[in-house]
């Protein structure tokens, strides 16, 4: 077992790293909360595999209700933020009850958005079931829904009360969706912890110990910046570029990641800022999993990034390495952008 603790300005979480975890979940959630009712929303995927064992873990401690939704990105959308909130509500929701995501990422995001809105405000837990949401969505308090064809467009920063994560559930997810996952780990490291990139020169098995390094990094910058408003936005590397062409494409997060973090490192040694060995040595590490590497051309995407949420009053952070495991926010204007490229 490993565990890390958030610390932010108002507030603190455990995020506890545990195989087999799931099977004892009661033990860790009486330690944050006192009353009897949960609900628990999860996907129509994950109810087949891990639901049962979750209440099971939960029944003879608590009264426990669940809703189920249809698994998939097309999910995070307001139609089924309502319909949640409806069914919830129905169920007797109360604002001192409790909420567990029990999912990957589309689960934590939607779950941590009904959170931190249905009665203004609920404690919610993440259990996150997937590679990308242990190592991305889980952690940090940013949750969302699609809108107008622009990801996570509308959300809040909500914290959830804690995160427990099993890496056995791991086991059941298809290489593809494994390999999703990847693209956010992978990214930690190229970022901030070149430990864990040497780690995966073998392509380990993904136990505690590889998460733990993993959310290290993630840990480091919320505490640094809770609201996303400085050194936060270095987990941004590989997303600016990576959501311009994950909806048009069809490419899964972590995948659109690996390909944005190519389109950044390419970017970066053109400004000057990159060692250009970053692109082989990421490049190398991304084929390892058999996360895509089309090349795509950075400079036919920029106007996209314009209409992204990371443009600040006419300002894009762009996120890019220095050299293996370190990074720098570089700002540029849509001016600059226009004039440069």
Known sequence: MRQLEIKLSNSAYKII???????????????????????????????????????????????????????????????????VCEQLI?????????????????????????????????????????????????????????????????????????????????????????????GELIKHGAIGNYKLLKMLDNKPKITEDIIYESLTVKKRVVELDEFDLKERMTLNFGHTFGHAIELKYGYKHGEAVAIGMLMAINMGVDLGVTDK???????????????????????????DILFDKKNIAGTINFIFLTELGKCVIYKLTEEEIKERF
């Not at 003879?60 to 698994?71: A, S």
């Not at 779950?111 to 931190?116: D, H, T, W, Y």
């Not at 404690?123 to 990801?151: C, E, H, N």
């Not at 060995?277 to 106007?303: F, G, Q, T």
């Open 90 to 182: 129905e169920k007797g929701i109360k604002r001192n009850h409790l909420l567990l995501a029990l999912g990957g990422g589309v689960i934590g995001d939607l779950c941590g958005f009904v959170a931190a809105t249905l009665y203004r405000g609920i404690p919610y837990v993440g259990i996150p079931t997937s590679l990308l949401s242990q190592m991305d969505s889980s952690i940090g308090g940013k949750t969302g829904i699609d809108f107008a064809g622009r990801k996570n467009i509308l959300g809040a920063f909500k914290q959830p009360s804690m995160v427990l994560i099993d890496p056995k559930t791991l086991d059941t997810l298809d290489e593809r969706e494994f390999n999703n996952g990847m």
């Open 17 to 83: 790293i545990e195989d087999g975890l799931l099977s004892h979940l009661s033990f860790y959630i009486k330690e944050i909360y006192k009353n009897k009712k949960i609900y628990i929303l999860t996907d129509d995927k994950v109810e087949g595999l891990y639901l049962n064992q979750a209440l099971d873990s939960l029944r003879n401690d608590f009264d426990v209700d669940y809703v189920v939704i249809p698994n998939g990105e097309e999910s995070k959308s307001i139609s089924t933020y309502a319909s």
């Open 277 to 303: 060995s970053c692109y082989n040595d990421i490049l190398k590490v991304l084929k390892l999993y058999n996360l895509p590497i089309e090349h795509y051309d950075y400079k036919e995407y920029l106007k």
